[in-house]
């Protein structure tokens, strides 16, 4: 008997509600998780876009392999077989809960810590994360197989399931986080995973009694024939190129936009969206319109995007590029769900968009900052969603050499003029000109993808050459926490002379600076000028620093490091190795090896860095951590300053640099200060005069006794004030942090 013939029975709205229900449940559990995890983790790692993406590498290897699980036993046994091995399975989940990191861990300091994290995920969330990711293929193959009315079409379902992601997903930093501590959120999401056990358990009780009420035959022979190689390589191509897309876009935006805290949600938003609108009734009508719309929202994109960036302030600049991303997706994700196919086949369709999930962010994370120093997987993946545009077979089999032509001659023109032309700069206002008059002419390619796709991708990369000539890049490098570079710019002396100077940079953020010539070589710039708080600091207890011994968190150039004098011992914390390497390369930066008479470099996460250090050692502790928007919060709970002060001796100094684009930091240290008593100054800086490199920031003084900071209260130098009250917020902790709630 075949599933047509079989989804005529039953019209019951109470089984969709039941599987429907399953399905969000699970989908709600899966990305409730994956934010809570991360939290548990961030203390051992800090905040980087990387960690991030190694989760999600983690996330997408599991679902594919509780996918290939659900394939397995739904096409080799029984329904009532499968029920058996599945509640063997969720029994023995039960062996990780309550949720909680392995005791004694800690990831190493010396070398790439992805396959440690990889194996502490495994550890810690294995077991529950593996039953969860099973649920949405087999329930679904249950569905098809009860004999409802709906039963020939279960991808519907499918929705169902991506709309419990899209919710957890935006309910979790926006309402979980913020009314329930990080131990409850663990034991909540325990009794989650519980009541998802319960409706499995329901699905599978209907399917029992189902197949007990119909002698109904396996689906051994299929209602169209076998799928072919190339159907299953297209599912891949169109699983693949959004899943690497989505890694890609998340890692440029927090890169090369803005570092905004939470920003990596919208992206994921768009991708967990298209899923909805693509598998729900209306695909048939919106997918044709997204085809069409697409080439005319790349028009824009590329021009502005790639092309003259510039000219659009950072918001427009990211609207173009998440607006492009979600047509790129909904046209990958529209023809997957077009060709979708025979239920007698679901499980092998959702086993190959797994597995190509996983590739993709394996790709991202393991091979792409291995062969690139920046993050150029993400414009190839836009060129590769141009490839799966409508149309791709046709055009590989008729003209595929003339399609190829135009894109080749433009690369081929590039190298020519930049082999042959010793400076290209004087020509790049034509140049800019010239590849926008062609990112329109693209648009009369829209129907032939191979020559759209590459002639598209021949002019994202030419502009992106043309923008690194222009940028002065000196040095850029990729490592697990980001990308950095090292430019050289220049700024006019006093005699109106050009003077050059170096900066480093992470992603759009600026971490130091440092002018070239000898005599100014060891001036401390950017944040720690002279003139700004931490020159004040150090010139108020001049008569009495003389000994001190001093932790820097934080390394950026160095510049801080000129503050040193040859009794002092300082010892600089720093969690990204290729900040060491940079700083301590004087062709880059020669702060450390000019100023720094008596220092220990310690590489790794600063807190537990701090934990080994003997009680009372420090006079100073500057946390200088929290400019990059990509906030540590670990760094900034109780539990942490009551460990910066235990390290700290009784009349020791914690320093604060604060200045931050997007986060009012000085909300969480003005709430710590008052609530366990602590003495607080700040200083929003702002220069009174024009001083070269010398700019605006914000920094906060710490001391246990009052005393201890009245130099610098009566201090003439800088206008230092007592921190403002705030009473809109709970103190962070260990267990409580909430990002939302200091947005400038």
């Known amino acids: 008997m075949s599933n047509l013939s079989e989804a005529k029975n039953d019209r019951s709205l109470s089984l969709i509600i039941l599987f429907a229900g399953t399905l969000f449940t699970s989908a709600s559990l899966m990305f409730v998780l994956q934010p809570l995890f991360g939290k548990l983790l961030l203390p051992l790692l ?18 594919f392999l509780g996918y290939l699980y659900a394939h397995t036993i739904s096409t ?31 990831p190493p300091t010396d070398s790439n810590p992805t396959l440690w994290l990889l194996w502490t995920l495994f550890l810690a969330i294995g077991l529950p994360f593996f039953v969860v990711s099973t649920t949405a ?43 329930i501590g990080l131990a409850n959120q663990k034991v909540y999401w325990s009794i989650g995973y519980l009541m998802l056990c319960l409706l499995i358990a329901g699905c599978a009780f209907v399917l029992w009694k189902t197949q007990q009420n119909k002698a109904l035959e396996p689906d051994s022979v299929p209602e169209e024939e076998p799928l072919s190689l190339y159907r299953k390589l297209h599912w891949m191509a169109l699983a693949f190129v959004p899943s690497s ?12 936009i803005a570092s905004v805290p939470l920003l990596w949600i919208i992206p994921l938003t768009l991708y967990l969206l298209s899923f909805v609108i693509v598998f729900s009734k209306w695909n048939d009508k919106i997918h044709p319109v997204m085809v069409k719309l697409q080439p005319i929202v790349l028009l824009p994109f590329i021009a502005y995007a790639f092309i003259n960036p510039a000219d659009l302030p950072y918001w427009a600049y990211l609207a173009l590029h998440l607006l492009a991303f979600f047509f790129a997706v909904m046209v990958c994700h529209g023809e997957l769900a077009k060709n979708r196919p025979h239920t007698q086949y679901l499980t092998t369709f959702y086993l190959i968009m797994s597995f190509a999930g996983m590739l993709g962010g394996m790709f ?33 089999k008729k003209g595929l050499l003339l399609q190829i032509t135009p894109p080749a001659l433009l690369i081929i023109t590039g190298l020519i003029l930049y082999t042959r032309v010793n400076d290209l700069l004087p020509y790049f206002d034509i140049i800019i000109i010239s590849l926008i008059a062609l990112t329109v002419a693209t648009y009369f390619f829209r129907a032939k ?44 002396d006093e005699q109106n002379q050009p003077e050059k100077y170096h900066e480093l940079f992470h992603g759009t953020t600026k971490h130091g600076a440092q002018r070239l010539p000898e005599n100014l070589a060891k001036i401390p710039l950017t944040y720690y000028s002279r003139p700004g708080p931490m020159g004040q600091l150090f010139k108020e207890y001049d008569s009495t620093n003389q000994n001190w011994n001093i932790g820097i968190v934080g390394l950026g150039a160095g510049a801080l490091a000129c503050y040193a004098k040859e009794q002092q011992h300082w010892t600089l914390y720093e969690i990204d190795p290729l900040v060491i390497d940079i700083a301590s390369n004087p062709d880059y930066f020669s702060y450390l090896k000019r100023c720094a008479y008596n220092t220990t470099l310690s590489l790794g996460d600063a807190r537990l860095s701090l934990e080994k250090e003997p009680d009372q050692k420090f006079e100073l502790l500057v946390m200088d951590a929290f400019s990059s928007d990509s906030v540590p919060t670990h760094l900034l709970t109780e539990e942490a300053l009551a460990l910066y002060f235990k390290k700290l001796k009784p009349n020791g100094l914690l320093a604060f640099h604060i200045t931050n684009r997007h986060l009012s930091l000085k909300k969480v240290l003005s709430i710590h200060a008052e609530h366990l008593h602590f003495s607080a100054l700040i200083q929003e800086f702002k220069p009174q005069q024009d001083l070269p490199l010398v700019v605006a920031t914000d920094w906060v003084v710490m001391a246990k006794n009052p005393e201890t900071l009245t130099p610098l209260s009566l201090s003439r130098l800088g206008n ?15 267990d409580f942090t909430n990002i939302v709630s200091i947005w400038k």
């Open 46 to 63: 800090g905040g980087s876009p990387a960690v991030w993406n190694t989760c999600m590498v983690f996330y997408q290897s599991l679902l």
């Open 76 to 106: 080799r046994f029984s329904q009532h077989r499968q029920i058996q091995i599945h509640t063997a399975v969720i029994l023995v989940s039960f062996l990780a809960l309550p949720l909680a990191l392995p005791e004694n861990i800690a």
């Open 137 to 179: 293929p087999l329930v679904q193959k249950w569905f098809a197989n009860i004999g409802h009315h709906t039963s020939h079409d279960p991808y519907y379902l499918y929705a169902a399931s991506n709309t419990g992601s899209l919710i957890a997903l935006l309910s979790y930093p926006f309402l979980l986080e913020p009314a």
């Open 245 to 256: 897309l989505l890694l890609g876009l998340t890692n440029f935006i927090s890169t090369d």
């Open 364 to 396: 991202n994370t393991f091979v792409a900052p291995f062969i690139f120093n920046g993050i150029y997987e993400y414009p190839l993946m836009i060129v590769a969603a141009l490839l799966l545009r409508p149309g791709s077979k046709v055009a590989f």
């Open 449 to 492: 993808p191979v020559a759209f796709a590459l002639l598209t991708g021949a002019i994202i990369f030419l502009a992106l050459g043309v923008h690194g000539l222009s940028s002065h890049t000196l040095y850029q490098e990729r490592s697990f926490f980001g990308v950095l570079a090292v430019r050289e710019s220049v700024l006019t």
């Open 720 to 734: 230092w004030q007592k921190m403002p009250l705030y009473f809109d917020m709970k103190p962070w902790t260990d």
